[in-house]
């Protein structure tokens, strides 16, 4: 049952937030690799919006603000349980071998790099972020984990290389690498496709 303040959420609350919930463990089993973690932050996320529904403004959707509460909760299980988290370091030798194709001996692109269009409005559309996430599904585990811990928990490389027991150089290849191929990933699937 809802608090009191749950009159300031839309009449569907309840509903919205648990059509959320498969993305929501999609994504917190990414980061965690546990799904006993991942199930527990996405039940505390829940249950954390349920209890306080008058904290959702409206001024993003519903879906950016429980992913900012899950976000919160994430980096809480993983300072927890930074020693339990086993992680394998071995990379696709294939996916080494595309990304070495986009460069020359000398190491400059080999096909010049595309108009991105307007970066605020492109962001704005809930379609780039369907395809950014089939990219970040494309990449080996591993180099996903690492780029969403840096750039979506904005975690410190330090507190990266300390969770996943891997050196600070190790950590500055896989987050170069994730870069690269989404960047191919998003030019063919995405900007190649606003373009056409």
Not at 29 to 36: F, P
Not at 53 to 81: C, E, M, Y
Request: with cysteine; hydrophobic share 45%; proline share 4%.
């Amino acid at each position: 049952m809802l608090s009191d303040n749950a009159t300031a959420a839309p009449p569907n609350f309840e509903e919205a937030l648990a059509a959320l919930r498969p993305s929501l463990y999609r994504f917190a089993l990414s980061q965690l690799r546990n799904a006993t973690w991942a199930e527990d932050v996405v039940s505390e996320t829940l249950l954390a919006a349920l209890e306080k529904p008058s904290a959702f403004a409206g001024n993003s959707s519903l879906k950016t603000w429980v992913t900012g509460i899950l976000k919160h909760k994430i980096i809480d299980q993983l300072r927890k349980q930074q020693r339990e988290v086993q992680v394998e370091t071995s990379e696709d030798s294939s996916a080494d071998e595309a990304l070495e194709a986009l460069f020359d001996q000398q190491g400059h692109w080999v096909s010049p790099q595309s108009h991105w269009g307007e970066p605020a409005a492109t962001l704005e559309r809930t379609d780039f972020f369907r395809v950014l996430e089939l990219c970040l599904d494309k990449l080996p585990a591993n180099t996903a984990r690492i780029f969403m811990m840096r750039e979506w928990l904005e975690l410190e490389t330090d507190e990266i290389c300390k969770e996943l027991a891997i050196s600070t150089s190790n950590c500055w290849v896989m987050l170069y690498r994730a870069r690269m191929r989404l960047k191919e990933c998003l030019e063919l699937n995405w900007f190649g496709a606003v373009a056409a």
